[in-house]
């Protein structure tokens, strides 16, 4: 995997280089540097962020380390579900689409598309615009706005996470002086020992400035990277939702409303126009 390679090319690298260098490597293990660097990192960040965006790393590490789950095939479903769901109210009305859109983990409709459907907020997110289009004559102009600002509270919701990871990154090379100084402080406590003993504890010091900086921008930093890839790439089935209901809105078929949530995907994730007219009619 990616996440693993780059990872090992990035120690490989330190660690060849170092050694081909007639580095000695033992002298790299300076565990109490690492207890402080990583330690006073994690608390100051659990000091300075609330609990929803502690659990939201966690739930986004398994995405970080296999990849994120909005791909090519769940934005496929997620066109295919809109779609299904138009044609539905084309052919029956509004009202046959009400006892979906009320409970979508019990609909048959959502339950042919289980990514869609174990995804709460977006069948969620998809459901209450539906809801609200049956209940009222709402303008596109007006639906749309408001899509908007939904979309935009939920992008600053997914991104605090990586944001937060970021922070870590960016106060790691300041936690790495505050071991490099207390190594410092050691080793002016010991200025009358042997020349041996003094040069460990120098070398310890740098292995805290060493650390502080590798940890910034060779583990965290790359992490808050791949986390905010990660939720661009999930608000892509937000805004691709939004043009297809939009376009319906309009007045546009649900073959050509489709179309216009396909266009709004990143390249690499966006199906063809043939696979998607497949997907939906069901070939």
């Known amino acids: 995997m990616l996440f693993f390679l780059g990872f090992a090319i990035v120690i490989c690298s330190i660690v060849f280089g170092y050694i081909g260098s007639h580095g000695v490597l033992a002298a790299l293990w300076q565990p109490y540097e690492f207890l402080i660097i990583l330690g006073s990192g994690i608390g100051a960040h659990i000091v300075g962020n609330p609990g929803p965006v502690h659990s939201g790393i966690f739930k986004l590490m398994p995405q970080v380390v296999m990849g994120g789950k909005a791909n090519k095939a769940m934005h496929m479903d997620n066109l295919s579900l809109i779609y299904d769901i138009l044609n539905k109210s084309r052919k029956e009305g509004m009202m046959s689409i009400e006892g979906d859109v009320e409970n979508p983990q019990s609909s048959g409709i959502f339950s042919k598309y289980p990514a869609i459907q174990q ?19 709402m303008q596109a102009h007006e639906l749309d706005a408001l899509m908007d600002m939904e979309i935009d509270s939920r992008l600053h919701e997914l991104t605090q996470p990586s944001s937060s990871v970021q922070k870590i990154a960016d106060a790691m090379p300041g936690f790495g002086i505050v071991a490099a100084v207390l190594g410092i402080v050691i080793t002016m406590g010991s200025i009358d020992g042997p020349m041996e003993e003094i040069g460990r504890h120098i070398a310890a010091a740098l292995v805290g400035t060493f650390s502080g900086v590798l940890f910034g921008y ?31 809105v309009n007045g546009l078929p649900p073959q050509l409303a489709v179309e216009f949530g396909r266009k709004v995907l990143f390249a690499h994730d966006r199906p063809t126009f043939s696979e998607l007219e497949s997907k939906v009619r069901g070939r």
């Open 119 to 137: 995804n709460h907020a977006l069948s969620d997110f998809v459901a209450d615009y539906f809801r609200l289009i049956a209940a009222g004559n």
């Open 218 to 248: 060779g583990l965290f930093g790359p992490i808050a990277s791949k986390m905010e890839h990660i939720v661009h790439e999930e608000i892509k089935l937000y805004e691709s939702a939004k043009a297809t209901i939009v376009a319906s």
